[in-house]
């Protein structure tokens, strides 16, 4: 069994581990950690964890102790030296945070502020999307574990934009988040009263998941991507949809667009790409690891529209994060992550 | 392994059979029937399902052909001829419908209008509520599956009244229940405009359900017990919450009720007496097979407030109708049923 | 026009005072104020109003001066002060808190935990529930604003418990509310992603609104009532339904209940009987300030059941905090009242 | 006293229509009819209008004989024999329909399937978008009302293109409505918990709409625009959110674009222009005819965002029908307009 700890475990993405590790059968749960929760069992934060997991929440030094993986779900900034730590202790170190996505450190210090503390592990780490970057994770020891929309749209897009059938520039994303991606404090955008019945965009072409999509979307391409980047809070607690438009290359047609997106995901287990005439729903990837795209072109203006859809808790947080576990030991790549999503 | 079939496989309670019987470790899906969507996928209805089950609902016939167990979930008064018809071929039969439910056919003509096809099956009939009727229930064959406000409200106020500690008289039953409730077909009360932002009370103290509780707590009583109850309508997918008032019996004390109920419930997976100070909370128990119970007493009336809350899927309906499979069938009770909820 | 200001107007309750005295006919918004905000506009605070309410917020002292009328929106204990100042200035004050709502001080110091500063003015004050106490109200200086809770309950058993149709003993109360009656600051409990698809019970038969509830009953019946109150907190953003339970007397029938209602309430405008056979429902009267009433029994058990439903932000405070000051100041009693709640 | 009447007053967009008319201080609602409902009271319907609206739903040709104006709130296709009877009759006949929307035929059986039944009157139609056409409107007989996307783009990008600050070609609206949109009537998308939690895009590239708001683009361009519309269905209520995306000419700053804006709607009461750093919010405009407008501009790529929020009942349908009343009648266009939006 690995033995896996989870570093700020009472966040929603860290409590969406312990969940999730609770139905692995590899895996099990050793060591979690919290800061404000220090000394109190975690099914106190959550009840509805009562029975399930009760284990009380320690240190992040006792995590690393107690554990062969180490899932960091830290707010930004606060990875690199857990990182180093778990390095020099041999321990696999999963990030939920941003330090190391980012390949480029001018753009880490353009969008997050800070430098590199440790320019030799970020060396060393790799960018956790398995379904496009799969075999850079294998046996990995450091791994930066994507954002959420930053899984959901370069997964929409990568086929098309890979085999050449739409434009590198012009792309853009308009994507609907669920609440629990703004995390578990509260605050006068998420109190209830003010979201409920409320829809709007924020951080309008600035949101700091721009520079990981290109990154992502450039490797795929072989060649510099820029796109335009607006997300949307949603009043639903779990979901990204984003709603991706890319100018089609002359000539592209939607039958070579399908093939190409069969040919990349049809053995993708988590991808289920839906048949023509059905569109992408969050509700339908709800507490699954999922991510359903949908595909469509609209052939009055030449515009491919790929959707996708993902619980961003799960295959945009937590379930990804178990997938690369699953990847860096070898073990299988599904382990504990066939969930089945309510139908309602 | 149990072959298990769903007959209404594609209605929300047929439907959630299906998705909890998929990660069963002693049983699996051999047939599913639906009346409207025959010769269709399951996972066309709800594609949630997609990948995971794919299956073409057939006729009730092959259900029964193909199967140990059947489970049905048909509107009610549809019920008794498939009894009959799994009875007669050595089938378990599980009826999630309100057929076999009353052991009196005086009450049944009175609630539903109907009389008993076959006097003898019924007779035969248990009522499925295990942490009351446990031992009734093992090895049977026909299995009447409790309704979902008829589970909440006996487990909440039984260890009470089997010790005496409030009076049977008056007891009050304020429920609250998920839209899931109200089943799959749309309906003006359950259109999203109007029932989002909304909240009433409905068929106030004529309710179906009123007799069926009358006879787990009479039971449980040993005496007669009538009660009021009135259930109301969330905008919520899932859940029952159940808030039961009862006069206090001459003396009788928090400790005397707190230990009647640990007595009675510590053994119980599938029961949670929240501590003292919490109160019970649908979002606990969502998508989980838990019953969670707080007791809470107002010293200034005498008065004793039992809450439960369950997921009326789950609890309240496929999940319990699991537990009593596995009942049926001598296997481990908690057999796929240790369902751990989300946090959010 | 009578000139109005408002102390704490970026709380729930200020805001909406501020939305319906723009649209009354007979009275001004001279004057805001907010500790937080002062210096702020208030459409800075509720981009909703820009436009329509782009008044800078003051001090107290500035809407004490400017005012004929202060209403008051301020934590409890806040109140008592600034009544005398107003009190002193000849000014008419409202409040919207708890303070003067209690006539004996040992309640008060026994529910609230402080005692009353200015005995003298709380013997003037009065308990503002127009359409229980309507004459006391006329002409007066100090108005206690009842509660949310404690509007809809006394309103939905008056005319029974007046007429001796219900027993004095044994009543339940069980409430539900919309989140906006726990205020405009976000906290664990309100935020988003844990209320959202919850439901439960809170301050379990020891609310605050329970000795208020009380005094305005017990007035009615002119004897002494308890009552057991259970408040809820519902997944809505606004309204309260009060379901009511109480033993019927010996021999009382619908119909005299009925009778009894139509004579208290039909020459009220803001309470809507509705017929046999109709629930109550939050969202029928939200934004509005009409109270719904239903009347139920249940022949089983002799139990009466009347079900309220109130917007807890207009009837339940800011509507009725009109209402009153209309009374005070001797005109049109639902002047800026007649509010047609939307539909859906 | 304008004599208003409304045809379909039992759907949304009628009853909606009821209610604003109710106070309007310079109309008065003479007649309402309903094929589903009539003989019944509109209150019957919706309770909410209880003792507001409880006139009885006649027929259509009784609506036409009592009222100047007559609204129509009916299927398509329905609208263009009775506007003949209007016109005939000497009346003003304002459509909420899509029938006399495109100036087009070839357009309109295109998308709609039909063709001009009258085509002189087709002729004399105006299309009531008053912000961007109101000269044509005032005075006029027949009037086209506007959609709600259809409101809510054009308005988001005219001021931007009227002025060459955005490039007519690659304009992309994604847009998200409230359910309210979808209509009264009950269907599986819109049954509460299938829609509960969910949030997909329908009509993708193919909505009705499109050919409607090319029109009101390309006058305003003065040139040919076609541009890609992708709707989503939310889980709300009310509102439109349409945030437009569109490619900026050569050299056009944030400075230019503001200042068109201020220019074309400084004098607009119905259009806020947000502040820089604000986002439109459907909530904010909720029950209210304002149509809010941020804009914004992604430097990187050289993109325009223009995000507009409306009531897709109120400024969507019902408030700009009475704003298109009021400008054919010639009196003040904000009569019974200036509603004051909830902030919760």
Known sequence: MIRAGVVGATGYAGAELVRLLSGHPGAELTAISSVSFEGKPLSEVYPAYCHLCDMVCGTQSEVVEKSDVVFAAL????????????????????????????????????????????????????????????????????????????????????????????????????????????????GQKTHYPELNESMSAYKVACHRHTPEMEQSLS??????????????????????????????????????????????????????????????????????????????????????IAISAIDNMVKGAAGQAIQNMNLAFGIEETAGLKLFPPAF
């Open 75 to 186: 707010p930004h900034g606060l990875s690199q030296e857990l990182a180093a730590e778990c390095y020099a202790n041999g321990k696999v170190f999963i990030d939920l945070g941003a330090d190391f996505r980012l390949e480029n450190e001018t753009e880490y210090k353009e969008w997050y502020g800070g430098s590199y503390v440790h320019p030799d592990l970020h060396a060393l780490a790799v960018y956790g999307l398995p379904e496009l970057f799969r075999e850079k994770i294998r046996g990995k020891k450091i791994i930066a574990n994507p954002g959420c929309y930053t899984t959901a749209v370069p997964l929409a897009l990568a086929p098309a934009l890979r085999n050449g059938l739409i434009q590198k520039e012009g792309i853009i994303a308009d994507c609907k988040s669920g609440v629990t991606g703004a995390g578990r404090s509260p």
């Open 219 to 304: 490797r795929v391409a072989d060649a510099p991507v820029k796109l335009t980047f607006v997300p949307h809070l949603l009043p639903v607690n779990r979901g990204i949809l984003a709603t991706c438009y890319a100018k089609l290359t002359d000539g592209a047609t939607m039958e070579q667009i399908r093939k190409a997106y069969h040919d990349a995901y049809d053995s993708e287990y988590f991808i289920r790409l839906l048949p023509q005439g059905r569109e992408a729903d969050i509700k339908n990837v709800r507490c699954s690891n999922f991510c359903d795209i949908s595909l469509h072109i609209d052939s009055r203006t030449d515009t491919f």
